[in-house]
């Protein structure tokens, strides 16, 4: 199949590309980059007069809920919803049922996920067994069988001994270790950040401190083991100056940020949305606002969709007992565009964020335009708006605290290795 993408303005901020320029592909890979090589006929054109044409979006935090939980979400749902939010290369947590600490568990997901040929779904695999914070899992084999990294997805490594002796193992071998920071202690039952908020509406409060403390362990044991951490959903202006110090320091560190945590905040819960009970919790003005510049300086490195679809009926219980989670994947591009807009930065900055610096933390070649490389493209419109209503989201998971609410930005075509996984219909 070979697809001349014409007249679009093309983005890809690896290498430095912001012009309107043609994109040949052929046998699913870019052949050309303004010129068509010679004697190119495209069996499809696709005119991206007023789009933008930019490398397909990596996200690096999405929970698949296959296996296990399919009852929230299945495969083939939520690989749908990536390609519709131009996501074609993502990074899934080890929480599964079973959870992700046996290399077959690992090959069975990777096998699937290339039969669907949607997305590039790329595990995290578990880091001790179980996710029980006690027993490390067998690295070398889980890496060998497809994981990128090692997580512990939302379950705290309590014993620091373990956590150091991970860190030298993975030291040793090169791995990343991808953790969320929260000390367990101080945010055990806790469901809402710990301010004025939480205690209005008599919810159990989970003060800054359980990230900010946690962080300053993973960082001075990730410091004597030289090894590479990413810090996952920072939430608190605590962990975005303890990461900024961090990397001047020398510490191999990055760090994202969920794209809710860029425009919400505990106000947002106002009479118990339970649709903002997130995991880390929505946290005051002054933390947005340090998550908003930290991205902008480079002191978090990409944002993620932090993709968690969740139950109709587990959301309709009380705030303090619904399931945390809001599903992302088809909000990355607006809530990325939308941070950039208000920080006055060009659409180039958002890109940057949700494809070169997050394949870059994957350690995976993805994330860019260049000729030769696989054809993962997403064009969309930047101006388009769109309400976001349960029946427009492809995603089994329809909670997000913005249902009802208006985007600017919309994915009009989706292509993984040159072949179209989704069209936009609306138009």
Known sequence: MKIHIRNGRLIDPKNKIDAQCDVYIAAGKIVGIQHAPK?????????????????????????????GSEYSATLVSELNAAAAGGVTSLACTPD???????????????????????????P??????????????????????????????????IDTQVLWRACEYASTFGFTLFLRAEDDYLAKNGVAHDGEIASRLGLKGIPSAA??????????????????IHLCRLSTAEGVN??????????????????QHLH????????????????PPLRSIRDK?????GLKDGTIDAICSDHT??????????????????????????????WANNQKLDIAEAIAKITDQSAQILGINSGHLSIGSDADITIFNPDQTWKVMPDQLKSQGKNTPFLGLEMTGKVQYTLLHGQITYQDESN
Request: glycine fraction near 6%.
């Open 289 to 293: 606002d340090a998550l908003c510049q």
């Open 211 to 228: 990230e900010g403390l946690a962080i300053a362990s993973i960082l001075r044991i990730a410091h004597e083991t030289n090894t590479k």
């Open 124 to 157: 995290l695999g578990a880091l001790t067994r179980q996710l029980e914070g006690k027993l490390l899992t067998e690295m070398c084999k889980l890496t060998e069988a497809g994981c990128v990294g090692f997580s512990q997805a939302d379950h705290a490594i």
């Open 242 to 259: 303890l990461v900024r110090e961090a990397k001047k320091q020398g510490v191999q560190v990055t760090a994202d940020v969920s794209a």
């Open 96 to 122: 599964t049922q079973p959870v992700l600490d046996e290399p077959g568990l690992v090959e069975m997901l990777k096998y699937r996920a290339k039969q669907l040929n949607l997305a590039h779904v790329y």
């Open 39 to 67: 004697d190119f006929v495209a069996n499809q054109t696709i005119d991206a007069s007023g789009l933008i044409v930019s490398p397909g979006f990596v996200d690096l935090s999405a929970r698949l809920r296959e296996p």
């Open 264 to 279: 919400l905040t505990d106000l947002d819960i106002g009479y118990f949305n339970a649709h903002a009970h997130l995991k």
């Open 309 to 338: 679809p969740v139950n109709d009926d587990a959301k309709l219980l009380p705030f303090a007992e619904s399931e945390a989670g809001a599903t992302g994947l088809e909000l990355l591009l607006p809530l990325a565009l939308k």
